[in-house]
């Protein structure tokens, strides 16, 4: 049997060529270990069908069709495409259609392969974005290559028994595709049942009618014509039904008609198949290429290319682009206590508000998990962006609503101008983003890109990378600063402060190397050494036999409190490691650790009071604390942040903001410690204020462990 065009013609016409055989079969070991489970996935789907149970009667024969489905699927994706496989496809095909299977269920077979195969593809590891879109497009091919021959098989075996019939009706009448019999002049002779339903008219209008009558002629003319010229002729048309206006992809076979008389005019046979099924699944091989499957906007490599496009836009009219760079807040707090799949309509409700702000032109992304950039060409009266950094920063600002619940979700971004700061996509989007980080370490909304942050950047990832080293060699120390009796002066406890001192870059502030730790993921290392440190260097000073050993507090970052499963049960098990009962050791947590995931907040400092440890607020004052969320914690110490201390005998509000928190502090019978007391005048104003604790300098600087023995632990043991 001849193929219908021939092979090469059709390998040509569906452009697969040696770039595809090549990624098809590098394919092959990616998808190999699939294979098995895909056919008996498959096998299971057919067998719903009694159809198919009556083809496929006994475990034997099922077993064995599995088998040379998985060696198709192989060859499938082999690269060998000549004229023998296209022979060979035909005769598997003419053996189906023997056997009475329809086209249906071949094409039902090739879109469950599809609906397997194409996510794999998209979302392969391997594979980078742009080897995923010339895989599926690979695919696509030649599936739709083995699609063409199984259905010119059936084609074939149908003109055979027409030749011997002569009979049209008998021949076509049950074809499950649609057949129609044309004159030179394009009247229907001949129509089946599945053509009329096509056009969704009365077979019996058909014959002796004008095709036109029924439907647009646009290619379809042309192709009757090629046929006539015995052309064998396979395109795919848009056909535009008259009456009803609707657009159906057909794909479309023609050649000229055996003569039943040999003074007869010639005929065309049309064969129909209605494709939109073949659309569909282009439509999702594109979609899966270039847009983001959750929000439905342009995924990261669609999103830099419209981006792309934007600033060759501007660099004919002279424009700017303004690029936002925008990152949620804290949003895997919503992932993990209200689960992936409430996150999922977060991110949907929060694209969604973003989208009603969009222009014609703008270009909205999502760049993968709560990442998100927005990209506009200014008009030329609006430098700067400004208008659109106020409008998205309004938006986001709102809470989202998701199933009647209101979610307030902060987020950062960072704004970044063409040609201002930057001339290629990529380098706009790195500013874009180094903006948004330093917007989210200073807590603030966004910030528009400077020139420093580039080089602050650099030096947070240096900065980052000798931490996690320094973390590992031993360079961190514990030095200790006394917490005293505000009348007595005695020694109340230590505040255990963490100090590096790098043997390149000397001593390294614990203002810059705290943020970064927290910023780049060392935070929960960083904690647990000082909490581990602090440990031994109690049991150290027990061992020792000083008379009054201090209880030391450590701080604790806020991520640790607010987002770590299991942070009591780790804290309990460091300390108890070198025999140290939790009662010696304060736990300090920020306003910022109840404000991020309270009810988790909540739930752990009660673990931690519990087990024994003492707990304070570090800073209060500065957060936004609430008085029923502080009578909910098992508290101990409330600590008066210093820049209020500072001013506030130079400042009525702070001295307001002093003398209201110890009064609150005393009605919830806490102690309250100020930090950061410099001066007798601060001292004496404390007293007066009846504030339990006093730290800072006034007394002592944080000491290395061996200089607060020698200053304070041998004074109380003078003391007796």
């Known amino acids: 049997m001849k193929t219908q065009p021939s092979f090469s013609k059709r390998l040509h016409f569906l452009c697969l060529g040696a770039a595809d055989t090549q990624i098809l079969t590098r394919l092959i070991p990616l998808l190999e270990a699939d294979l098995p489970g895909f056919v008996d996935g498959f096998y299971g789907h057919l067998m719903q069908y009694p159809e198919m149970q009556a083809l496929l009667p006994d475990a034997q024969t099922l077993e064995r069709h599995k088998r040379l489905q998985v060696t198709y699927l192989q060859q499938l994706m082999a690269g060998h495409y000549d004229e023998a496989y296209g022979l060979n496809r035909e005769r598997v095909g003419l053996v189906h259609a023997r056997a009475g299977l329809s086209p249906g269920w071949y094409l039902g077979a090739y879109s469950q392969y599809l609906c397997a195969v194409l996510p794999r593809i998209a979302q392969h590891p391997q594979l980078s974005p742009q080897e995923r879109v010339a895989t599926l497009q690979a695919v696509t091919k030649v599936v739709f290559l083995d699609m063409g021959l199984a259905i010119d098989t059936y084609i074939t075996l149908h003109e055979q028994r027409m030749a011997r019939l002569h009979d049209y009706s008998a021949v076509f009448t049950h074809l499950p595709y649609g057949t129609l019999v044309l004159t030179a002049q394009m009247e229907v002779v001949f129509a089946n049942p599945a053509f009329a339903q096509l056009l969704q008219c009365p077979g019996a209008q058909l014959a002796g009618s004008p095709l ?375 736990l300090e947590i920020t306003e910022t650790a109840l404000m991020r995931n309270a009810e988790k907040a909540i739930q752990t400092t009660r673990q931690l009071v519990a087990m024994g440890f003492s707990l304070a607020i570090d800073d209060f004052g500065t957060g936004y604390s609430s008085l029923a969320r502080l009578h909910r914690l098992s508290l101990a110490r409330l600590k008066i942040d210093m820049t209020f201390i500072r001013t506030m005998l130079d400042d009525a509000g702070s001295m307001a903001i002093v003398t209201a928190v110890i009064g609150m502090a005393r009605a919830l019978q806490l102690r309250t410690v100020a930090e950061g007391v410099e001066t007798a005048a601060q001292l004496d104003t404390l007293r007066r204020l009846q504030c339990d604790e006093i730290q800072g300098y006034f007394f002592s600087k944080p000491l290395p462990a061996r200089e607060l023995e020698e200053r304070w632990l041998c004074a109380v043991d003078a003391m007796g």
């Not at 015995?230 to 039904?241: I, K, S």
């Not at 065309?268 to 983001?292: G, K, N, W, Y």
């Not at 969604?352 to 992304?365: E, I, K, R």
């Open 212 to 586: 036109q009558q029924w439907l647009q002629l646009d290619g379809l003319d042309c192709l009757v014509q090629r046929a006539l010229a015995h052309e064998q002729v396979h395109d795919v048309l848009d056909v535009h039904l008259v009456g009803s206006g609707r657009v159906v992809p057909v794909a479309v076979t023609a050649h000229t008609m055996p003569a039943l008389r040999p003074d007869a005019d010639a005929q065309v046979l049309l064969t129909v198949v209605d494709i939109t099924e073949r659309h569909r699944a282009e439509q999702r091989i594109r979609s899966l290429a270039q847009f983001d499957a959750l929000t439905g906007l342009a995924n990261r490599q669609h999103g830099l290319v419209l981006l792309d496009g934007l600033l060759q836009q501007a660099r004919g009219t002279g424009q700017q682009v303004a690029l936002l760079f925008i990152d949620l807040d804290r949003f895997k707090e919503i992932n993990d206590t209200l689960g992936h799949s409430m996150g999922d309509r977060v991110l949907q409700a929060i694209a969604g508000q973003v989208q009603q702000l969009l222009q014609p032109g703008d270009v909205l992304a999502r760049l993968g998990g709560d990442e998100f950039m927005l990209a506009r060409l200014l008009p030329q009266q609006e430098r700067g962006g400004l208008a659109l950094v106020a409008q998205v920063d309004a938006v986001l600002q709102r809470p989202v609503q998701v199933e009647g619940r209101a979610y307030g979700i902060s987020a950062s971004f960072g704004v970044a101008l063409y040609p201002d700061h930057a001339d290629s996509v990529s380098s706009l989007l790195h500013c874009a983003d180094l903006a948004m980080y330093r917007a989210k370490a200073q807590s603030g909304s966004y910030l528009i890109y400077e020139a420093g942050m580039r080089q602050q950047q650099s030096r947070s990832i240096a900065l980052a990378q000798r931490l996690k080293q320094a973390l590992a060699d031993g360079q961190l120390e514990l030095h200790y600063q006394p917490k005293v009796d505000t009348v007595t002066g005695k020694l109340h406890g230590v505040e255990a402060l963490a100090r590096w001192h790098d043997p390149q870059w000397g001593w390294v502030s614990p203002a810059e190397f705290i943020p970064v730790a927290e910023e780049r993921g060392l935070i929960g290392a960083l904690d647990a050494w000082a909490l581990e440190t602090a440990a031994r260097q109690w049991r150290q000073w027990q061992d020792d036999g000083w008379a009054q050993v201090p209880p030391i507090a450590v701080n604790v970052s806020a991520v640790e409190i607010s987002m770590v499963e299991g942070f009591a049960e780790h804290a309990l098990a460091l300390v108890q490691r070198h025999r140290v009962p939790p009662q010696a050791i304060e």
